[in-house]
């Protein structure tokens, strides 16, 4: 007789991301469906990792990450946010942003526990809570600009409530918070015992002009909140797997705890190349919104003759596109077609979902890719 396995997360499959790079692997297509880059990071960041493995930064990191780089997301912060955090007590690194946000949910969240979520949403909020005991409350933005449905909010958030997760820029429509959305929310959640998270790890991905809208930059908000943001994302290297939060000092010490039993540290190496990259090149999350805005206006003018409809992307790396003039299939059945058919490996909006709109029809694409790759791509949509 062998034991048998019960399932914590039943209802958890392979996430979309992963099955829809693996089918445009198989079917040889143009995969602009992860997010990821497909180009390298900055050279001169490659070459401090080389330095730093030389220089025997090879064993275990602090648990709380490396304080030269701790510092520096501190003095980042304070630069950018005006706010002033301690990276002592204060910075934690990840093994990316989603080992934050799973830190953070767990570090706050217990059995009976309710969670709000607004949808669309990354997948990997719900799990999290599911593994906590916790209860999601769903609340949809609204279309068709994916804003904050302040009534529902309102509606969803009671004695219950431990936790709010936004994420702002939003994956995977671009929107972003205003700063009368954060004014709004601090007054929604004052007289609460309720902690935000703030998930921003698109935050230097914001275009047209437009400045991020950080929780860091609203001081009563940083004070109930844990903010993630993700290096993977700002440098182009998304398989480091190197990310962080910034929380009062004491939820950080409650995520630490769940923190260092699940990586302990992460990559000593990485840590200490990025450190000084953020010295040498503070320029470089100014310029990250012209460099991703111009790519962003690259794949809306390579599609501006195709039956898809859109509005550029505000935020993020993602542009979302309705494709209800080509096709009445749901989204998961006409990305299925467009991946077939067409050579694109797209995402459906509804993984994101768990009640999504059932006459929507939209799907996102990454632009985060070279020249090439977006112009074979949007070639093989346009005969769509």
């Given at each position: 007789?062998?034991?048998?396995?019960?399932?914590?997360?039943?209802?958890?499959?392979?996430?979309?991301?992963?099955?829809?790079?693996?089918?445009?692997?198989?079917?040889?297509?143009?995969?602009?469906?992860?997010?990821?880059?497909?180009?390298?990071?900055?050279?001169?960041?490659?070459?401090?990792?080389?330095?730093?493995?030389?220089?025997?930064?090879?064993?275990?990191?602090?648990?709380?990450?490396?304080?030269?780089?701790?510092?520096?997301?501190?003095?980042?912060?304070?630069?950018?946010?005006?706010?002033?955090?301690?990276?002592?007590?204060?910075?934690?690194?990840?093994?990316?942003?989603?080992?934050?946000?799973?830190?953070?949910?767990?570090?706050?969240?217990?059995?009976?526990?309710?969670?709000?979520?607004?949808?669309?949403?990354?997948?990997?909020?719900?799990?999290?809570?599911a593994l906590c005991g916790g209860v999601v409350r769903r609340v949809p933005l609204l279309?068709?600009?994916?804003?904050l449905d302040w009534e529902a909010l309102s509606e969803a958030l009671s004695s219950k409530?431990?936790?709010?997760?936004?994420?702002?820029?939003?994956?995977?429509?671009?929107?972003?918070?205003?700063?009368?959305?954060?004014?709004?929310?601090?007054?929604?959640?004052?007289?609460?015992?309720?902690?935000?998270?703030?998930?921003?790890?698109?935050?230097?991905?914001?275009?047209?002009?437009?400045?991020?809208?950080?929780?860091?930059?609203?001081?009563?908000?940083?004070?109930?909140?844990?903010?993630?943001?993700?290096?993977?994302?700002?440098?182009?290297?998304?398989?480091?797997?190197?990310?962080?939060?910034?929380?009062?000092?004491?939820?950080?010490?409650?995520?630490?705890?769940?923190?260092?039993?699940?990586?302990?540290?992460?990559?000593?190496?990485?840590?200490?190349?990025?450190?000084?990259?953020?010295?040498?090149?503070?320029?470089?999350?100014?310029?990250?919104?012209?460099?991703?805005?111009?790519?962003?206006?690259?794949?809306?003018?390579?599609?501006?003759?195709?039956?898809?409809?859109?509005?550029?992307?505000?935020?993020?790396?993602?542009?979302?596109?309705?494709?209800?003039?080509?096709?009445?299939?749901?989204?998961?059945?006409?990305?299925?077609?467009?991946?077939?058919?067409?050579?694109?490996?797209?995402?459906?909006?509804?993984?994101?979902?768990?009640?999504?709109?059932?006459d929507e029809r939209l799907l996102r694409i990454c632009f985060a890719k070279s020249d090439?790759?977006?112009?074979?791509?949007?070639?093989?949509?346009?005969?769509?």
């Open positions: 007789m062998h034991p048998s396995v019960h399932s914590r997360l039943p209802g958890v499959g392979t996430t979309i991301f992963t099955v829809m790079s693996a089918a445009a692997a198989e079917h040889k297509a143009v995969n602009l469906g992860q997010g990821f880059p497909d180009f390298s990071p900055p050279a001169r960041l490659v070459d401090l990792v080389t330095e730093h493995l030389r220089a025997a930064h090879n064993q275990y990191a602090p648990m709380a990450g490396v304080l030269g780089l701790r510092e520096a997301i501190a003095a980042k912060v304070a630069r950018r946010y005006r706010r002033c955090v301690d990276p002592i007590d204060e910075v934690t690194v990840t093994a990316g942003g989603t080992e934050a946000l799973a830190c953070a949910i767990q570090a706050l969240v217990h059995p009976g526990d309710e969670v709000v979520v607004l949808e669309p949403a990354y997948d990997s909020y719900d799990p999290v809570v279309r068709p600009h994916f804003s409530t431990r936790l709010l997760i936004v994420n702002t820029p939003h994956n995977p429509s671009g929107a972003c918070l205003a700063v009368e959305d954060l004014d709004r929310l601090a007054n929604l959640l004052r007289d609460t015992a309720i902690w935000l998270v703030s998930d921003e790890v698109y935050e230097h991905m914001v275009y047209d002009g437009r400045p991020h809208q950080s929780v860091h930059s609203h001081p009563e908000l940083a004070a109930r909140s844990i903010v993630v943001s993700s290096f993977g994302k700002t440098y182009h290297a998304t398989g480091w797997k190197i990310g962080y939060c910034v929380a009062p000092r004491v939820v950080t010490t409650e995520v630490r705890k769940i923190h260092q039993f699940l990586t302990f540290a992460v990559a000593t190496p990485l840590q200490h190349a990025i450190a000084d990259f953020m010295s040498e090149h503070p320029e470089w999350e100014t310029e990250l919104p012209i460099f991703y805005q111009a790519k962003r206006d690259r794949l809306c003018q390579l599609l501006a003759g195709s039956r898809l409809r859109f509005l550029p992307a505000a935020a993020t790396y993602f542009q979302l596109v309705d494709y209800g003039a080509i096709s009445d299939l749901g989204d998961v059945a006409f990305a299925s077609q467009v991946l077939t058919q067409a050579g694109v490996a797209l995402i459906p909006t509804s993984a994101f979902c768990v009640d999504a709109p059932r090439e790759t977006l112009v074979s791509g949007a070639e093989r949509l346009l005969r769509l």
